[in-house]
């Protein structure tokens, strides 16, 4: 087969690095990848949003299955480009993709369908929200509807920060149009947790745990960044945890999307908060997790291509998603400054060191060459991953292999996995 994975972050490093160990594949490109994802990929430089170029390019190669990793393709309907000349794809619909794409979207769907969620009321105007925030109890949270980065959430402690909040969102338009519409909720407290699933449109598979840590630093400071690392499993994610959420979130999400007629075929990402009242719903996200790919896909255990395609199929309840009986931890090394003002193009020393190391990973999110020389691209420039026994071993590898990378204006988190001393 011949997949072509679409994408150019650390999350399609490890999707690349696991399709590629799948027997059905012989070769791999990526639109447009990164210096890491060229190990296992041919990187072709066509945009996550050329979509005409994308599917020109499927045609030509002729792709037997393409995977889109990102958001922003799939809720603007990729996957209805790629159905549309006849392309195999993995992802959701554009109709079904709304699931992230509008967080108003999504909490209507939860309220209809009994889904636990925070309550919440959508604004279209700014004069509407302002007035409702006179009555609230504070703190409160304000969500831009669309697509921001994960930068649309705000956290406000106080009524006057919710104010300058809707200023924000909707007058100043900080996030585009993103912010025409937005959610104001109840502010909830509990552990974060994150799932990931393979949906067919009509049955869910659930893998295995893990936990991001958004903050750009330690001890849950700093701005919010599109993640600083994860662990996986979670600990808090419990027997109990999991048969609550199967019996009252996953299917009964799948469901609703196939009663709205939006069936929905391809991962959906839960964000889950564990409240003192039980698990609630944070935010769908309609694609894999951003780091927390990099520590689920090491610890699965079956062949990924075989999972894609029954998702595709519709075939996807004969399949038993296995995972190893281990952890994973993942710390994101990025270039001092991150999420703000960063410098790019210094070279990095010491990949080659993971090469022969069993367990140990380092997933790129920003890199380039620069002739020969890998050279930091991004905020995020790479995720280093190792396994172990459990989550303490995990995190000690981790920690230890990302003294083996060095580059100019390194920067990490040093409590990634603190949480699991709490557990
Ligand atoms: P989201 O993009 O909706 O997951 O929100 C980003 C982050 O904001 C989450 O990971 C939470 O840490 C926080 N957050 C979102 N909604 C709430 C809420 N209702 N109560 C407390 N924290 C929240
Ligand atoms: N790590 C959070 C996300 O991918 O949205």
């Not at 059905?24 to 949003?49: F, H, L, R, S």
């Not at 991001?212 to 499993?233: I, V």
């Not at 991953?385 to 000690?396: F, I, P, Q, S, Y």
Request: glycine share 10%.
């Amino acid at each position: 087969m011949k997949v072509l994975i679409v994408g150019s972050g650390g999350r399609e490093h490890a999707i690349a690095w696991k399709v590629a160990q799948s027997s059905k594949v012989d070769k791999i490109y990526c639109a447009p990848g990164n210096a890491g994802i060229a190990e296992y990929a041919e990187c072709v430089p066509i945009g996550a949003m050329e979509f005409d170029k994308l599917v020109a390019f499927a045609k030509e190669k002729s792709i037997d299955l393409t995977v889109i990793g990102m958001d922003d393709p799939l809720v603007g309907g990729v996957v209805d480009a790629f159905e549309a000349e006849g392309l195999r794809v993995f992802g959701p619909r554009k109709n079904a993709a709304i699931l992230e794409g509008s967080k108003a979207f999504s909490k209507d769907l939860m309220k209809k369908y009994g889904i636990p969620t925070a309550a919440y009321e959508n604004f279209n105007s700014p004069e509407a929200a302002l007035a409702y925030l006179e009555t609230s109890k504070y703190p409160i949270v304000l969500k831009a509807d669309g697509l921001a980065l994960g930068k649309g959430v705000l956290i406000c402690m106080t009524k006057e920060e919710a104010i300058e909040g809707v200023k924000t969102l909707m007058l100043d338009k900080q996030f585009g149009s993103a912010g025409d519409t937005i959610v104001v909720e109840e502010f909830m407290t509990g552990r974060e947790v994150s799932v990931l699933s393979f949906v067919d449109g009509e049955t869910i598979k659930i893998m295995t745990s893990a936990q991001d840590h958004k903050r750009a630093k330690d001890g849950d400071q700093g701005l919010n960044t599109g993640g600083m690392g994860t662990f996986s499993p979670s600990p808090f994610y419990t027997k109990e945890v999991d048969e609550f959420c199967r019996k009252y979130i996953y299917q009964a999400t799948v469901d609703a999307m196939k009663a709205e007629g939006r069936p929905f075929k391809g991962i959906i990402f839960f964000g889950l908060m564990l409240t003192p009242d039980g698990p609630k719903v944070l935010e769908y996200n309609a694609r894999f997790g951003d780091p927390e790919t990099q520590v689920v896909l090491p610890r699965m255990k079956n062949d990924i291509v075989e999972v894609f395609e029954a998702c595709v199929d519709g075939t996807l309840a004969d399949i038993e998603l296995e995972f190893e009986e281990n952890a994973a931890v993942c710390v994101v090394l990025a270039s001092d400054g991150y999420p703000e003002k960063y410098e790019k193009g210094y070279p990095i020393s010491g990949l080659e060191t993971f090469q022969d190391k069993d367990g140990y990973y380092v997933f790129h999110a920003g890199t380039k060459f620069d002739g020969n020389t890998i050279v930091t691209n991004g905020g995020r420039v790479l995720g280093v991953t190792a396994k172990g026994e459990n989550l303490v071993e995990a995190r000690k590898n981790a920690y230890a292999a990302t003294e083996w990378i060095s580059f100019d204006n390194k920067y990490m988190r040093n409590d990634i996995g603190k949480a699991i001393d709490e557990a």
